[in-house]
């Protein structure tokens, strides 16, 4: 069975019940395709400074994510969007919501693996410069996302897209501009022994339509042939896909400081990763809130389900001092979290046992104690009766 049905069946499983008029919702922990959760035992993630304290006009980075917990003993989470939004994105590089969230899709990815194609576009140094003058790159980045989506559900499969952008670091520090380019991985077949759906010239034909978008002409005749083929390459998936897009992610491709403020700027992206909707939808189907009971139990016996293997959890390293202590579980595998999901549900099932045999116990231990209280108050009444009720009158 693959992942995604797995979660499905474990999603019915650990997710709460729905709320009731009145009752207050606790606070939001999700399990993702990643098999991951993140949360807090904290009761007050304020900012002990008052609003906006830390930061001149907002609030400081770690009150952004989290909210608060009802009860001291309580766990939560809270994805409250950023308000404070900046005049120019992507200064900063891949931000790290991105980063998760194309991590959740090449979780799913990885099922259908066989049927994944592997297409890394890098322009020209020239290209590059036209770009940069124009500031365009977001116009080429956009066209070429949308055109391979349409390219795909033309030939009959779904647009299953998702990519990154990562500057070279070797050969930005010998042109001494940043030097984008795209790394994107999509279904290219329907199935195993099927035809790819899109040939090598298909996609330099999207890569030259991205650059007619963003006002950049190709060299005329056979030069325009060999600068599209050096610019596009395509390959099938053979190992894992998270391997092959997250050392993209992570090994410092996204270092932006050295070109910020500088005559190059234009060429850092707006937008580092980007996906398609039918992909978003298919991981937001595989996002499940995690019952907080589940969860509070499962914090209570980490120590001990850590030993037997079921579970790993670390305590998240956040920058600011001032931020509450954060857990990561990482559930391993379906299986795993299966294990653990019917432990909690034994453990629940003995406890509404136990309490219900206490109940029942007492219920007839009252019942006894009435029905003795009834049988006496019933003998005395009865002979009070018999004290005070007038002898039988003789016949005279």
């Not at 997710?15 to 904290?42: D, K, N």
């Not at 899709?105 to 036209?130: G, I, K, N, Q």
């Not at 002409?217 to 897009?245: C, H």
Request: proline content about 7%; hydrophobic content about 40%; aromatic content about 10%.
């Amino acid at each position: 069975m693959s992942l995604s049905q797995h979660l499905q069946v474990l999603g019915a499983a650990v997710q709460p019940e729905e709320l009731q008029h009145g009752e207050v919702a606790p606070p939001r922990v999700e399990l993702c395709p990643r098999l991951r959760s993140t949360y807090s035992p904290r009761l007050s993630w304020t900012d002990p400074e008052g609003p906006g304290g830390a930061r001149a006009g907002g609030t400081p980075a770690w009150a952004r994510v989290w909210d608060y917990g009802p009860t001291a003993e309580a766990l939560g989470l809270s994805l409250a969007p950023n308000s404070n939004r900046p005049s120019r994105y992507g200064l900063s590089g891949l931000p790290a919501a991105g980063r998760r969230q194309v991590w959740r899709a090449l979780a799913l990815l990885e099922e259908m693996r066989p049927l994944l194609s592997f297409w890394t576009v890098s322009l020209p140094t020239a290209a590059l410069l036209d770009l940069n003058e124009r500031d365009t790159w977001a116009l080429f980045q956009d066209r070429v996302r949308k055109l391979l989506a349409r390219k795909l559900r033309g030939a009959g499969l779904p647009d299953l897209v998702v990519g990154v952008v990562e500057l070279q670091p070797r050969r930005s520090r010998a042109t001494g501009i940043p030097c984008p380019h795209l790394h994107v991985v999509f279904q290219g077949r329907k199935s195993r022994g099927a035809h790819w759906a899109l040939s090598p010239g298909d996609l330099d034909g999207v890569i030259a339509a991205g650059l007619a978008t963003a006002g950049v002409a190709l060299p005329a005749g056979i030069d325009g042939e060999a600068f599209l083929k050096s610019a596009g390459n395509v390959q099938q998936v053979r190992k894992s896909v998270q391997a092959y897009l997250s050392k993209y992610m992570t090994k410092g491709g996204n270092d932006t400081a050295p070109h910020v403020g500088g005559s190059a700027e234009n060429l850092l992206p707006r937008q580092w990763w980007f996906w398609t909707r039918a992909l978003r939808s298919w991981v937001l189907e595989h996002v499940f809130p995690v019952a907080f009971p589940f969860l509070c139990w499962v914090h209570a016996r980490r120590e001990e389900l850590q030993e037997l293997g079921l579970i790993r959890l670390r305590v998240l390293d956040l920058p600011d001092p001032r931020a509450p202590l954060t857990y990561e579980v990482n559930w391993l595998s379906t299986s795993h979290l299966a294990e653990v999901v019917g432990a909690w549900q034994d453990d629940q099932w003995d406890a509404d046992w136990h309490r219900n045999f206490r109940l029942s116990r007492w219920r007839h231990y009252r019942s006894q104690t009435s029905l003795a209280t009834s049988t006496a108050s019933s003998a005395w009444w009865s002979g009070a009766c018999s004290a005070f009720s007038p002898a039988p009158m003789g016949r005279r």
